[in-house]
């Protein structure tokens, strides 16, 4: 089984800048991709991003050109870098990992834009 911990969230103001951080329980080599989510009161948990374990990258329209999903596999780590944040990207985020069919999340990190 996959754990995941989330760290990095915070509140900040419109057009800062956080950065999320993701550490798996094991190796992620062995994972065939990770990704964010989010979600916001009263909505539905949508992708924010993801990458696979070849380094194969997307993202919601919403975020591109603002937010960079990346990885460190030496660290088992995986990072989401928010630049450009506007209120509506206030959610809770969500790290998650499938493995072998399998899904796996995080306990989730709160990240609020102040206007």
């Known amino acids: 089984q996959v754990q995941l911990v989330e760290s990095g969230g915070g509140l900040v103001q419109a057009g800062g800048s956080l950065r999320l951080s993701c550490a798996a329980s094991e190796n992620i080599f062995s994972i065939n991709a990770m990704g964010w989510y989010r979600q916001a009161p009263g909505k539905q948990r949508e992708l924010v991003a993801a990458?696979?374990?070849?380094?194969?990258?997307n993202y919601a329209d919403s975020v591109k050109g603002r937010f960079t999903i990346s990885r460190d596999n030496a660290k088992n780590t995986v990072y989401l870098q928010m630049n450009s944040l506007k209120p509506e990207d206030t959610a809770v985020y969500y790290c998650n990992a499938r493995k072998e069919y399998i899904t796996y999340w995080g306990q989730g990190t709160q990240v609020t834009v102040s206007s």
């Open positions: 990458i696979t374990s070849g380094g194969s990258t």
